[in-house]
T-cell receptor, first 113, second 112 residues
């Protein structure tokens, strides 16, 4: 059973607009959430994270929102740039990460000129 | 600071063989985790080592094993390879278990 779900395999957004990537989770024990970005032939790169005690975390163009009651988080990228085209993974962990990270299957973001 | 390095980057093996993959974490990082990425299952946690001890293991058969050395470098071994073991194997390191993990570029294993 998938505990972290990214229901959109791909997303196409025009350059300069906002990109919104969504992630849902089922395990209420998760207390820390992360977003990773992955280019082909490279390992995932950490983007931004949020603790379950917060509902928003911002870092430059990237903002992550957490809705614990809905077990939903989203990553907003504003404005979207061509270099943002990549696969984005949502990940979650609990208990300090003793069981590693649980990843979603990823969303392929395509930024169109 | 050098990033996480993994060797080899690409590997082709045949069914029944065994393989060893290597990971060198970022200098000073003591935690190393291994993940398997396949198109169907996505990224799945294999196991995590901290100070030469395996702390936890994901839901994989005993054919998958690993170890960590005193310099924090880690190796992962898969014995009796199956076609389904074809995947990208990613290693990630962090300074403590709770920190964000930094991933290497992965080893692409193809089993024929």
């Amino acid at each position: 059973d998938q505990q972290v779900k990214q229901n959109s395999p791909s997303l196409s957004v025009q350059e300069g607009r906002i990109s919104i990537l969504n992630c849902d989770y089922t395990n209420s024990m998760f207390d820390y959430f992360l977003w990773y970005k992955k280019y082909p032939a490279e390992g995932p790169t950490f983007l931004i994270s949020i603790s379950s005690i917060k509902d928003k975390n911002e870092d430059g163009r990237f903002t992550v929102f957490l809705n614990k009651s809905a077990k939903h988080l989203s990553l907003h990228i504003v404005p979207s740039q061509p270099g943002d085209s990549a696969v984005y993974f949502c990940a979650a962990r609990y208990g300090g990460g003793a069981d590693g990270l649980t990843f979603g299957k990823g969303t392929h973001l395509i930024i169109q000129p | 600071k050098a990033g996480v390095t993994q060797t080899p980057r690409y590997l082709i093996k045949t069914r029944g063989q065994q393989v060893t993959l290597s990971c060198s974490p970022i200098s000073g990082h003591r935690s190393v985790s291994w993940y398997q990425q396949t198109p169907g299952q996505g990224l799945q946690f294999l196991f995590e080592y901290f100070s030469e001890t395996q702390r936890n293991k994901g839901n994989f058969p005993g054919r998958f094993s690993g170890r960590q050395f005193s310099n924090s470098r880690s190796e992962m071994n898969v014995s009796t390879l199956e076609l389904g073991d074809s995947a990208l194997y990613l290693c990630a390191s962090s300074s403590y278990r709770e920190d964000e993990q930094f991933f290497g570029p992965g080893t692409r294993l193809t089993v024929l």
